[in-house]
């Protein structure tokens, strides 16, 4: 099973910004959603998730915010900016292209998404 | 873009505070315990998962934290903080490392100063470093000078230069109505050398072609300083009729402040060829040349070369042994012995530095060692191995600095003595020796390199120790293990760069004094002397010259104060001529290698007045020296090299000249005690005097002996003999001895400065370490003084280290010192080789001053009262 930090340089930023693409999320929220998404494939340690978090914060692509959590509890909400959402579309493009080149060079024609 | 920058400018100044971030961390554990035990898992049990799953809480906030842009500006203002605080905190021992950082960078920015003017910095003038200079040879063999042909042939087919010119220097008395004549330095050069530099009068005009036509009226161009002292600075000087060396001149310009080119010159007048100039085999010239951009010396070399083979078979009468050396300002001017005595001072000073540094080194690990512990407490709380030696770093870089700073003012104060010390040496006047850019370069590396020489070993060190070890035994048992060897080994290594630096002044300090000690019974404070050039052209012979000094000496007798007074070519101490000898009834197997001897001539009356006590036979007379009776007085010296066990007067030997005849037959009249002329000889040659008229000699120095100083007195009596010939060189002959063997006194101060530095720096080091260890001994020695240890165990216990230290750095010393003396001694410089004396007494100092830094330490330990050195942590 792969963890964090056998992501490649750069990836965990994404997929934080395609998950809070859809709703604003607290850490814990993001962490699950990944996992669960990625059918337990992917778990982000939180060794790596805060510091990214942080980082994309201080890159003004997140915001984040207190609010209370479904469980009633004061929890700090991360939510994508406008420059988040020009980042996650120009990361998402570079993404495609990446993964085509390299199925092209591996020999295996992926099905490009989108 | 611009909300991009503008939140990271926000979150430069307002930082996520940390509750915030612990809350956010808290939520999150909140919620992976809930998860795990919604999956089944007793809360507890849950509990402790999750808090293995999230790792170090501090490490997650570090990381955290380094997101943040800026972020480091924060912790290294911290590190920065804290290290001022260390510093401050071990005061002494602060002190001690900035003192050693300042002494060890400041000689070397000092010296690296000096070296760089003296070698390598180009002439001040547009396109300097493309300025070279022409000789016939290599520097200090003899005459190396070209002919006024040469330099036409050399310009009309040479592709490499831009320029050339040719100078010869002579002296110029420069006379006129109304001011008494003076003697100055007179260059005559050819017309283009002032546009060759591009350095154009600051009053009048530059020189002409013209002015070099035979037949042009004689001009004359004056320097900054002599138009200053001489003429006031006035304006009117251009155009004045002056007398230079007694011929008709007229001033047309003066030269901009400062410039003397090439060396020290203060006049300048155009060459106008003569027929005895345009002879090719006069060879008076020294060349200067301008290289064409993109040239280098050697590529002008190997044309001129080729040019000066094509002169040789051109005119092989004259020119057979022309040759062309193409060499840079400073390899003309100071190379040889100047540039070796500078290359020695640079290795003395890299000595020192080598000492600070391991001095530093050593201060440095033996305090990592005493905070390893403290460094291990800072790793378990989570500091990185990287913040560790940063910190660490930061306090090294901050000594350096500050011992840097300290150094550069040394350096400065350094520098500016130098400068004073060798004003009045003959230096060239673009060697200007003031601090200057790449210097200030030089020094904020070497500032930095030390800074992080010894910082990073003693750093890497204490961040690396087995983290539970260090914290379970406590730094005592580990420290001793670990920094014992390497700082043995630095001590060793510094005692021994230390013997071998204070060897080395030694050497200088014994040559100085020998040369001080000669002579003891010549009154040098009470001696004036002076010296005349009689012109060859009023005083064309042996006789005139003698009927000028007939009347000179009586004046100078009668003059108020002066008790004696006589001539000589030259005063003692000051030099000799030299020749091949024969004695008679004594053949020498080798004809080509006869003995040679030095000889000064000598008036009347000279013996006395030097107080030379004359031991056998009498003093010179006025009847001696003319062709059918040659006369000599021996120094014993020389009496007893040649005629051993016998009587040497009215024995006889002859002279040989340069080209091998033999001169007229000496016979010995008297014998005096022993002198010596030449102080800088190894081997000074045997010595004897001859009468003046017996020389034919048109420089002569008088000798005057006088109570009060007779400087003036003694210029007016030789203005009413001849009122055109100005007296030069007035010292008295203490100081024209010193000047003489200036360097000698110069580099023993400098030497024993260096050395006296090192001695101090290593003392401190020996020190710094037996002090540190015998504290962290304490407890050790408070248990065995409760046990009964006697005072002599304990001095024993804590000196043993230092003392077999020592022993071997002084014996790896001393197989050092020897061979870098008898290196010294074989240099040009004028040291002598060095007795054995030397060496054991700057052995026993440097024991002496080690056993010392070693007996505080143990003193202390011996005095420690053992219940409060138990309990001491």
Redesign the interface.
């Known amino acids: 099973m792969p963890t964090s930090t056998d992501l490649l340089q750069g990836t965990l930023d994404l997929l934080i910004l395609q998950t809070l693409s859809l709703e604003p999320m ?3 929220g993001v962490a ?1 959603r990944i996992q669960q998404i990625s059918k337990d494939a992917l778990q982000i ?3 790596s998730l ?2 990214a978090l ?2 994309l914060e ?3 692509w997140i915001k984040s915010e207190w609010g209370n ?1 479904e469980n009633n ?4 909400f991360y939510r994508l900016t406008a ?1 988040g959402r020009k980042q996650l579309q120009s990361e998402l493009e570079t993404w495609d292209r990446l993964s085509a080149a390299i199925g092209l060079v591996l020999g295996r024609a992926t099905e490009v998404s989108r | 873009m611009i909300t991009e920058f503008l939140t990271r400018l926000r979150f430069l100044f307002s930082r996520n505070r940390r509750d915030e971030r612990d809350d956010e961390f808290q939520f999150h554990l909140e919620h992976s315990i809930a998860a795990k035990v919604a999956a089944g898992l007793r809360p507890a049990e849950a509990r402790r998962l999750a808090l293995i799953e999230f790792g170090g809480v501090e490490a997650a906030r570090a990381q955290c934290e380094q997101q943040r842009p800026g972020w480091w500006i924060g912790s290294t203002t911290q590190d920065l903080r804290y290290a001022i605080r260390m510093i401050r905190a071990h005061g002494w021992f602060s002190a001690a490392v900035i003192a050693t950082l300042a002494l060890g960078i400041g000689l070397n920015t000092m010296v690296f100063t000096l070296i760089n003017a003296a070698l390598f910095k180009p002439v001040p003038v547009p396109g300097g470093a493309r300025l070279v200079a022409i000789t016939s040879r290599a520097p200090g063999n003899g005459d190396d000078r070209l002919s006024y042909p040469d330099l036409i042939d050399y310009r009309a087919q040479a592709r490499s230069f831009q320029a050339l010119e040719g100078a010869s220097d002579q002296e110029g008395i420069l006379g006129e109505p109304g001011i008494p004549p003076e003697p100055y330095h007179l260059e005559r050069t050819t017309t283009g050398v002032f546009s060759m530099l591009h350095i154009h009068p600051v009053l009048g005009r530059d020189f002409r072609a013209s002015d070099a036509e035979p037949g042009a009226a004689p001009v004359l161009m004056i320097g900054y300083t002599v138009w200053q002292n001489r003429y006031a600075g006035s304006p009117s000087v251009i155009g004045r009729q002056i007398h230079i060396n007694e011929k008709p001149a007229t001033i047309i310009g003066v030269m901009p402040k400062g410039f003397m080119f090439p060396t020290t010159v203060d006049l300048w007048m155009p060459i106008v060829p003569t027929p005895r100039d345009l002879k090719r085999d006069n060879r008076q010239l020294q060349i200067f040349g301008l290289l064409q951009p993109g040239v280098n010396i050697s590529s002008a070399q190997a044309e001129l070369t080729a040019i000066a083979h094509r002169l040789v078979a051109q005119y092989p009468d004259t020119d057979k042994n022309t040759t062309a050396l193409v060499m840079s300002f400073h390899e003309r001017y100071n190379g040889g012995n100047i540039r070796m005595i500078f290359l020695l001072m640079l290795a003395s000073v890299g000595f020192v530095l080598l000492i600070a540094c391991a001095n530093v080194a050593n201060m440095m690990l033996s305090r990592a060692v005493a905070r390893q512990r403290e460094m291990s407490i800072r790793a378990a709380l989570g500091a990185s191995r990287w913040r560790v030696i940063r910190q660490l770093l930061i306090e090294c870089v901050l000594l350096s600095v500050l011992g840097g700073t300290f150094g550069l003012a040394l350096a400065a104060f350094g520098v500016h003595w130098f400068d004073l010390q060798t004003s009045t040496v003959g230096r060239p006047y673009w060697v200007q020796f003031t601090m200057d850019y790449s210097v200030f370069g030089y020094f904020a590396a070497l500032c930095i390199v030390t800074g992080l020489l010894f910082g990073i070993a003693p750093a890497w060190r204490s961040s690396r120790p087995d983290l539970n070890e260090v914290l379970q035994e406590g730094a005592r048992s580990i420290g001793h293990h670990r920094g014992g060897k390497l700082a043995a080994v630095l001590v060793i290594f510094q005692f021994a760069l230390t013997l071998v630096l204070l060897t080395g002044a030694g050497v200088f300090v014994h040559s100085l004094i020998k040369t001080l000690d000669s002579n003891q019974s010549i009154p040098a404070r009470e001696l004036m002397v002076g010296r005349l050039q009689l012109p060859q052209d009023r005083y064309k012979d042996i006789a005139a010259r003698q009927r000028f000094y007939d009347q000179l000496l009586p004046r100078l007798r009668a003059l108020p104060g002066v008790t004696s007074a006589a001539l000589t070519s030259n005063p003692p101490g000051l030099g000799s001529a030299e020749s091949p000898v024969e004695i008679e009834y004594q053949p020498v197997p080798d004809r080509t290698h006869r003995p040679v001897v030095a000889y000064i001539t000598a008036s009347p009356g000279y013996f006395s007045t030097i107080r030379l006590p004359l031991l056998l036979g009498r003093d010179f007379q006025p009847t001696d020296g003319n062709a059918s009776h040659r006369t000599a007085i021996l120094t014993r010296g020389m009496a007893d090299r040649f005629w051993p066990g016998q009587s040497a007067l009215g024995k006889r030997f002859r002279l040989y000249d340069d080209q091998g005849k033999p001169g007229d037959w000496i016979s010995v009249v008297g014998i005096t005690a022993n002198l010596l002329q030449d102080l800088t000889e190894q081997d000074p040659k045997p010595l004897f005097f001859v009468p003046i008229q017996q020389q034919d000699w048109s420089g002569i120095s008088l000798v005057v002996e006088s109570a009060l100083n007779p400087t003036a007195a003694v210029r007016a009596a030789v203005q009413a003999v001849d009122q055109d010939l100005p007296l030069r060189s007035v010292f008295l002959l203490n100081e024209a001895v010193e000047h003489q063997t200036w360097y000698l006194h110069l580099f023993s101060k400098i030497f024993m400065g260096f050395a006296f530095i090192a001695l101090l720096m290593a003392a401190v080091g020996i020190y710094a370490v037996l002090a540190q260890a015998t504290s962290r001994r304490t407890q050790e020695i408070g248990v065995r003084i409760a046990l009964g240890a006697s005072l002599r165990n304990i001095m024993l216990l804590v000196m043993r280290r230092g003392l077999w230290q020592i022993g071997a750095g002084l014996a790896v010393g001393l197989a050092a010192a020897a061979p870098a003396a008898r290196l010294m001694a074989s240099l040009p410089i004028g040291v002598s080789p060095t007795d054995p004396g030397v060496f054991i007494a700057v052995a026993v100092l440097l024991a002496m001053v080690g056993l010392v830094a070693c007996w505080l330490p143990a003193r202390r330990a011996a005095a420690l009262d053992p219940v409060k050195a138990i309990r001491y942590e």
């Open positions: 607290h850490g814990w699950q340690g939180q060794g805060y510091p942080y980082r201080y890159k003004g959590s509890r004061r929890a700090k420059a």
